[in-house]
């Protein structure tokens, strides 16, 4: 399995693709980022990527693994990743 990509390779490929310097896709990629954090609880979506979304979790019984006993874990709320159609149909074929 190869590797993934990092934030450098990533930058680097943007900036050579959009005819920018790497610089200017660091700062894209960084203010990319600090729009989804701050959108999540509203739903941020990227097109043809997926949305970030934030979900309630319901509390629940859970068990400790050391000990078996049972123990109630608390509701709270997480981020979710949805993967979009286009998305999957690309990385999966049809």
């Known amino acids: 399995m190869a590797k993934a990509m990092t934030k450098s390779q990533i930058a680097e ?3 050579e693709k959009l005819g920018i310097q790497k610089k ?3 700062e894209y990629l960084a203010v990319l980022a600090e729009m989804a954090y701050r959108e999540a609880k509203n739903a941020f979506t ?3 990527i997926g949305k970030l979304v ?3 979790r319901a509390a629940r019984m859970g068990r ?4 078996g006993e049972p ?3 608390p509701a709270k709320k997480v981020v979710k990743f949805r993967i979009a159609k286009a998305c999957k149909e690309a990385v999966l074929g049809s």
């Open 71 to 73: 123990i109630s874990i």
């Open 54 to 56: 934030l979900v309630d």
């Open 64 to 67: 400790n693994p050391q000990t």
């Open 46 to 48: 990227m097109p043809g």
């Open 24 to 26: 200017q896709a660091v």
């Open 13 to 15: 490929e943007l900036a």
